[in-house]
């Protein structure tokens, strides 16, 4: 199987392979895949040579019937087929054995195996005028036209990326816009909550547009000035004004919050959760727990550790513990209507305001 970062390299070297799964949650990367391999293949005539064919509406023998035809404006074809019943699980009726797998015999796709088989051979050993890309949410990888793809095709789990993946992905977006992007503002994005690569595409475009055209580079203050807001990174803030002892600015972050309508619980579980990251972060340090292996133990970007480990800095365990017992406590109020819940999240700021100074021999 391959990995984003190996199938971006294959066709950029010209490589292709005679049929290809693209699978997973993240259908931004199936699109950017098909077009990237729609271009590098059928080049001048990406226009007419390319296909796409609802994976229900045909059998796996007739999709590669449909494969083998001539095209009338192009001398190579792209088949793209979304969605076929024969990769997902099984249905009852279909005959499989007690582990699911297509009995090799006589399953319903029987034929269509064999066809399959033979064109990825056949398209192995000789020039190809012709791929297919089968997308799918879901797969069933026990199923015989998977392990098929997977060997003799090729496989690309589309998952949502994440860590220096993801950095690459949007360094690259940035440059196919005509921009780079500078560290503190690769970093914003990557703090963002909401790392769907369609809101971050959408959210690239428009930084570049905003752009003049003397100006190449997105910076941190242009990114601070458009970007259309997630909690997680307002999350960060916000404690981030905590941990300096600037209530002003907390205030105003957990305003911009609650403007934005975003739900009083959610930015509850966001603050237990960011305060038990830290938490986490304070006992690593007191371990001494190198500093290059944070990120792995807190499960998160080394970008976000990094900025956990500064925050960690300014805090104590027991007062870490403080601030998420009350945290939990005004949930708690707000759940059982014993207060609103704009005006929870207020004096909670000023109790973990107060829980932080008497921890530094404030009070």
């Known amino acids: 199987m391959l990995s984003y970062q190996a199938f971006i390299k294959q066709i950029n070297g010209g490589e292709f392979a005679p049929a290809y799964l693209l699978f997973g949650e993240e259908k931004y990367l199936q699109e950017e895949l098909v077009d990237r391999i729609s271009a590098a293949f059928l ?121 220096e993946t993801l950095a690459i992905w949007i360094r690259n977006k940035a440059s196919a816009l005509g921009r780079t992007i500078e560290k503190q503002a690769l970093e914003r994005l990557l703090m963002a909550g909401d790392q769907n690569l369609h809101y971050l595409s959408a959210e690239l475009e428009k930084y570049s547009a905003y752009l003049r055209e003397s100006e190449n580079v997105i910076t941190l203050s242009t990114v601070e000035a458009l970007f259309s807001g997630d909690i997680q990174g307002d999350v960060f803030k916000l404690s981030d004004a905590m941990a300096e002892g600037n209530m002003p600015d907390a205030h105003d972050f957990l305003d911009l919050l609650l403007r934005r309508r975003e739900k009083p619980l959610l930015i509850f579980f966001m603050l237990v959760r960011h305060y038990r990251l830290l938490l986490h972060a304070c006992c690593l340090m007191k371990d001494g727990l190198p500093q290059n292996e944070f990120a792995a133990a807190l499960e998160v970007h080394p970008f976000v550790a990094r900025k956990l480990r500064e925050q960690a800095v300014s805090y104590s365990i027991s007062a870490l513990e403080e601030v998420i017992l009350a945290l939990q406590n005004a949930d708690q109020q707000i759940k059982t209507g014993q207060i609103e819940p704009s005006q929870a999240l207020k004096l909670t700021l000023s109790r973990i305001d107060y829980i932080q100074t008497a921890a530094r021999g404030g009070v």
Do not use: W
């Open 43 to 163: 080049g001048q005539d990406s226009d007419f040579g390319r296909e796409k064919i609802e994976g229900s509406a045909l059998s796996l023998e007739e999709v590669l019937e449909r494969a083998g035809e001539e095209g009338l404006f192009a001398d190579r074809r792209l088949l793209i087929v979304d969605n076929p019943p024969y990769l997902g699980a099984p249905k009852k009726n279909e005959d499989t054995d007690r582990n699911g797998e297509d009995k090799p015999a006589d399953g319903p796709e029987k034929g269509g195996l064999e066809m399959l088989e033979n064109y990825l051979a056949r398209a192995a050993s000789g020039s190809r005028d012709s791929i297919i890309i089968f997308l799918a949410d879901r797969v069933d990888r026990r199923r015989r036209p998977f392990k098929l793809l997977d060997k003799k095709g090729s496989a690309v789990e589309c998952n949502p990326l994440k860590g």
